[in-house]
Structure formats: structure tokens, C-alpha cells
């Protein structure tokens, strides 16, 4: 069994076989808190599981962990049993930016090249036990991964995914993010291994490469587990979803995470799930309430004090002694049950964390205006104009400049050509990667630094974006999604009457990607969004302007 530094025990299976993933009893606890505790996970192959849940559960983490791949600060326990045949396909794409697009295609070839000659160098063994043995798995190998078809298999997903424009002799660390991710999309076509790990696969993809995606996820054979905030990918091609905050009741009422189906169908019953473990806690602190009562419970309630009518005391002695005892009976079975009503309780459900935050500020009169505008090499757009209280989505292709335009109007860029004036009174940006100046400085202090200079600034807490438990943790050890609440956090604080926001739903939860669109339905300022989001754009009313590749 190998070893992997501050991994759960991991057993691997051969490539050649389609074997299901199993995760028994995997806790993850970093110095700052846990992240996973005890979680179990089977998939079988042919499954396709998405991972959902708020920012910050441990999706990413449970995907490194099976991997072998988390930091050396993290310790674990627990197993995996996994397919040796295992990649996992980050939110960043894992080549060396000095590489060249031709020595990542090599390397990629290069076992599946191996495969061959193996098959071809063994089969003049094949009339020894040991040298059948060996042919046959070199020849099972081969065959998983259909090896003889994979240089046709390369050509294919580069065409495809719009790869075959980029020179061989491309360096990686020239490439944007969409490109870089549709070449690693381009390199697991080609492998295509038997288990497959994938953290939001489809950020920086236009819809043409979400649509390849899609097609290859639902026609892989072996196991697939990804974690997104696309909503549509998660209904195209997820057998199961895997909630990792599905709360005290779980999925289906007894604890379970697991539910069969895509997002559309799990929305509803993640909903009941709350509803259920609300409506069972109300239920079980009144009973809990009334048991502490009758544990209280006087002789007055069991009517005996009314004195003898009879004038004999005897009997009156006899009864009371008699209402003694009842009364310690009762109180002993009312503690009795309330031990045991207090231990099986479930804990009180937490406030859910929802966006309490106003997008913008009102504005009037016009905000931007753009005539022939252009960036050479990377955006060219001929008219612009947004009007306090407009809402303006910005689609096109990957390559099309729509960050870039974001920039333009930010003010970080400046245009070769044409003219653009910004008559906003405060603008903020949201970029895709906000900067992050000390990582080691906890998230509140970050916000704090952020706004000192904003009279009437809301604290961190009232906004709803990042989780109390979260404002002392290190900016650098919070997940991807909640750097991007904090930086939507410091942006929208300022008060804006032009937001300006580039992917606002990447990397962030489902129910924050849900309440971001019903901000933007009733912001009262100006806004101008970027997004691949199909989910988001399918139900968008307002003005759009599609962008096209220069």
C-alpha cells in the first residue's frame, strides 16, 4: 500500500479494471478547525456524483484527499480504496507555465505510446506462464484506455475544444484560463481514466466547451466525482448528488447525504431536508421543555392536601404516604425520559448563511458611455451605454474580452482606441481572482483594512457573505469561494452605483449563486456582469451584449 504524507490509507486497484471508489470514515482537520469528519462515499462506476453544499464544507478537500494530495498542515484519517488509474482535474489546470502545449500533449501520449510497444514487446512471451501473464495485462491496460486510437484521440479534443488555433510551441503560462482548462479537458480525453476527480471544471469554459465536457463525463464508463456551482452541468450529467451540508437529518431524514438525481430535482427536497430537521427540533425542545416540568412537580398536582373529613388522621397519614410515593415515581420515570429526550436531540439548526447585502447604491443619469472601444490584440466593441438602474450581461466565447471590458471600465486598463467615459460617482470591480495582499491576515481584518475609509460601511457580519466562524481564519486558508465572498463583500460595501462583476457565480455555493441573482433582479444602481453561467443567463431579462473573439 503506498504511502501519501498526511493522506487516509489508501488501496489502490488495477487500471485495467473498472473499479468503484470507496470512502470509509475520512476526517480532515486543519490547525484552524476540521473540515471533514467521518464522511463515507461509494462510487460505483458508470455513477457520476456531483458534490454540493455551502462554501467552505470540504468539497475541494475530500477531492484532494482521495487524490493523496492534501498539504502537509492537514492531517487525516480514515480510507480510500480508489482505481490506481485516478486524476483530478483541479481548479487549476496542473502544468508548469514554462511548458510548451506540444510537451503537454507528449506527456499525455507518452504511457498510453508505452502501452502499445508493451503489448507488441510481450506477446513473443506469451508461451510462458509468467510471460502470459504479463502480456495479458499489458494487454488489458491497453485496451482499457484504448491505447492504439489515442494520437487520433489528442487531434480530436484539441479540435474540438478550439485548441487546434495554438501553436505547438505555445508556452502554458501565455495561455488564459479557458484555454488552460480546455487543454487540460483536452488531455483527460485523450487518457481517459477510470477515475476521474473534478473541481469546477466548468469555470473558465464557453458554452461549446461545456457542451464537449458534458458529452464525455455522461459516456465515460468508469467513476466520476466532480464539485460545482453550475447548475446545469449538475442536472446534464449527475446520476447523484452528495450534499456535505446536508445538516443533522440529512437527505432522507436518517442521516444520509446521498440523493439520487441532478440540482432542478434536489433544490425542492434539500428544502424539505431543512424544513423536517427545523419542524423535529421545535418538536423536541417542547417535549424536552415539558418533561424538566413534571420533573418539578409538586403533591399539589396530585390533589391530596384537601385534609381528613373524617377526622381520622390515620388515613390521611396513610393516603399522603401513599401520594409520596407517586409523586417520586413520577418524577423519577419524567427524569428518566428526559435523559433520555436530551441525549437523542438533534442540535438546533444553525441560521442559514444568506446574503443580507444591497448590490449597489441608487444612481441617475448616465454611467458609462463607449464609442469604438478597443484594446488591441484582446477586445473591440462598438457602442456601450448604461443608464443608472440598466443591467448589462456580457457573453461570448472564451477569448472574446469581456474581462477585459470589465477592465477598461474599472479603470485598470486603458484603451488603444475609440473613447469611454465612466460618470459613475463610486465603481467596484469583482474580478475573477481578487488579489489577496497577506495571506496570512485573518478575513475580518482583511474587510476591516478594506472599508476603514467608507463612513457607514457595514460590518462583515450583517452582510450575510462569509460565516462568523470564518472572519478569524487566514485569508490564505479559506476556500476559493469564500475569498470570492470576501472580495464581493469589500466591493459591495463601498456602496457602488456601477457594479462591476466578472463570473460573480464561480466558485461560490448554489444558494449564494441563487440569492446573487435575486440581488441583481432589484439593485438599483448600475450593473455590468460577465458570465458563462447558463443557468443565470437562461433566466435573464435585461439587456445583454454578446462579445466576439477579436
Known sequence: MPAFPSSPSRTTVAPSVLAPLVVSGLSVTYPERTVLSGVDLLAQPGRRIGLVGENGVGKSTLLRAVAGRLPTRARSSGTVTAPDDLVLLGQEAPFRDSATVAEVLALTLAPLRRAVVDVERLAAGVGTPDGAAAYERALETAVAHDAWDADRRAEVAAARLGLAGLGPDRVVGTLSGGQRTRLALATIMTTRPTCLLLDEPTNHLDDDAIEVLTGFLRDLPGVVVLASHDRVLLDDVCTDLVDLDAGELGT???????????????????????????????AQQEEIGRLREATRIGTDAIAHDRGPTDGDKYIYSFKGGRVAQTLARRKKDAQRRLDVAEREQVRKPPAPLRFRGDLTAPASGCLVQARDLEVAGRMRVDRVDLAAGEHLLLTGPNGSGKSTLLGVLAGRLAPTGGTVQVSARTVRELTQDPEVTDRHRSALATYDDAVRHLPGAPALRELGLLHPRDHRTPVGSLSVGQRRRLGLAVAIAAAPDLLLLDEPTNHVSLALAGELEEALATAPGGVVLASHDRWLRRRWTGPELALVPW
Open 252 to 282: 432522507d431524514g436518517n442521516g444520509g447525504r446521498r440523493f439520487g438525481g441532478g440540482w432542478s430535482d434536489y433544490e425542492a427536497a434539500r428544502a424539505d431536508a431543512r424544513r423536517r430537521w427545523e419542524e423535529t427540533y421545535a
